[in-house]
């Protein structure tokens, strides 16, 4: 049975022209960091605040599921167009933490 981590190059790769697309028209790693971040901490906001409405909790796995998507966006920014950078690798852990 292949794990998460078997996937992840398959997954990367089919996120490849969108990462060269974002390079091409200048978005950063650090911007689609802070974009995920903020899309975690708008999504268990609206879930805390509007807790009555059961129906938002189905957006957990979607949220998830895109904030891995954008976790990968953002690495592969950083490696594969040179944006590698301290305050980009502190950034992504802070973000990582908060958003968890």
Known sequence: ?????ALKPAFQGRLRPLVNRLAAIGVTA????????????TAG?????WHQ???LLLLIPVVMFVRMAL??????????HGQASTLGMYLNELC????D
Do not use: F, K, Q
């Not at 906001?45 to 605040?49: E, G, M, Q, S």
């Not at 976790?71 to 594969?80: F, I, T």
């Not at 990582?96 to 958003?99: C, K, P």
């Open 53 to 55: 409405w059961r129906w």
């Open 1 to 5: 049975m292949p794990t998460l981590y």
């Open 71 to 80: 976790n990968a966006v953002d690495g592969m920014l950083a490696r594969e």
């Open 30 to 41: 650090n911007s689609i960091t802070i974009l995920a971040a903020a899309m975690s901490i």
């Open 96 to 99: 990582d933490v908060v958003s």
């Open 45 to 49: 906001a609206a879930i805390a605040i």
